[in-house]
């Protein structure tokens, strides 16, 4: 009988300072309407921004027990080009627009492998989160998590 | 013993054209960050639509079951103002800002009572809904429901 | 134009010992089949708990803001019987069966209006919920919460 | 300036008759207690349910797609042991207990890499998935997944 063990965790990657994030749409990501609930969207992109600052080495949660604070989302806007369906391979591709000392601002699409090779381009977001404090007031970010930013965004791109 | 029956569903109201829509933040609403997690923000707002939709007459189920479609958001910004924690009682407050053959525009704002009377603001968004066929393809609303939507529209604020 | 402004939240009710919580079923409850996703009464299940816990004076975020702890499930088992579609008005009926130290034991029930009066059941499940501290350890629940506790138990039924 | 593109998305393995399915914890399967709210452990154990049937050839969207039917949680039981935390890497370890021609029981666990090499057990589950008619009802399984869920059962295992 084979030992039960524990695999790699899936995870996105990074080319250049574009960060591409796969997954799978789950049935509980769909509604009686067949297709992907439009606030599914949101977690996605979160667990790409997540593991976008996993990759240069940013830990959140460690910040959050430390009491430091945490990304909280100030701004948000999406639009829906396509729907997606259950089983559909898609990945998100981010991009990070602007960079403050309290905000970052991201350029986040949800892309599905089109048949003739080009993605389909389902929906396509602009979000910028900010870094808080605990009491909720927005905070500058942890300096190593601005230089790590800092870095990623200088990275020459690999093509 | 008491029986178990079941009570009255929970629903929000019109007061004229504004609709008002009640709820209560859940625990897993949070996030270890011991706020709301921003895309449940995007639930309460579609609920809030829903429950507007069912107090004017518009049975989205049915339509859904008769394969006629189905409202799908097409665009939405959104701004977070203040956070929400567990057991907070917000109040979802929506008004149509536009409305077309296909879609409605709606603004749409979650409010939580503040302690001199005038509900502190967490969050406003602006939302276009499309109704789409099974087929994904954008189609009129149903005659009767642009009907309803046009009478709410028209509505004389009760104040 | 009508002022926006916030309404009572929905809340269940106590009778007798019995505790009952209603709810709409939410667009973003159901999946592809058309019906609402397994995982959404446990959701439910645990909002009718807090809802009880409130009605008898216990203040959950209280306790978590302050470090004492936090309620978790530790063992449940639920039997589906029927589905839920969405707009249902359900209401999730909730008695004590057990009740130590460091942990309660109850027994939920998903109903639904039946056409004959008498409601149809969903589902029902049995729920081991204990105190735990921060660490994750297991610890005694609030000496208040047990007194608050030990009273809904002992109440008599109001029929 | 990289080209988006898509990757392969996550996915799980079979080691015999075991199924394998690797996740993370994202921030938003945490709670305001800072642990995973106990509900989000049946949409991986789902999940993992699906993967093992893509891997072994079953569609599940063809058949809701088509009016065949659908699995239902018919049944569940879990035990919670320790609890998961934020960017925790996990795996879903899944066998088939029982197989019978409308219903499949499975054995599920949620195992966290140990310092020692022997995964952490967090949850562990018994699960009875039913298929169901669109009305309902349940129903044989397809023939074509009853002949692919026999075969798995019957695999050697690998070691």
């Known amino acids: 009988m ?3 063990r524990c695999l790699p965790p899936p995870a996105g990657l990074l080319d250049g300072a574009l960060h ?12 009686l309407s067949g297709i992907v609930y439009h606030a599914n969207y949101l977690k996605w992109f979160e667990r790409a921004r997540s593991d976008m600052l996993r990759l240069v ?3 959140q949660r ?17 639009r829906y080009r396509a729907p997606a369906r259950l089983d559909d391979a898609l990945t998100i591709a981010t991009r990070i627009a602007r960079f403050g000392a309290a905000s970052v ?7 599905r492998s089109g048949p003739a090779g080009a993605p389909d381009l389902l929906a396509e977001a602009r979000v910028r989160v900010g870094f808080v404090a605990p009491d909720g007031r927005p905070r500058r970010q942890p300096a190593a998590w601005r230089l790590a930013i800092a870095a990623l965004i200088a990275t020459k791109d690999s093509e």
């Open 2 to 4: 084979p030992t039960e």
């Open 20 to 31: 591409l994030y796969p997954l799978r749409v789950h049935y509980d990501d769909t509604d």
């Open 57 to 59: 080495g940013i830990e």
């Open 62 to 78: 460690g910040a959050v027990d430390a009491g430091e604070g945490a990304y909280a989302v100030a701004e948000l806007s999406i």
């Open 105 to 111: 601002e991201l350029i986040q699409r949800a892309l």
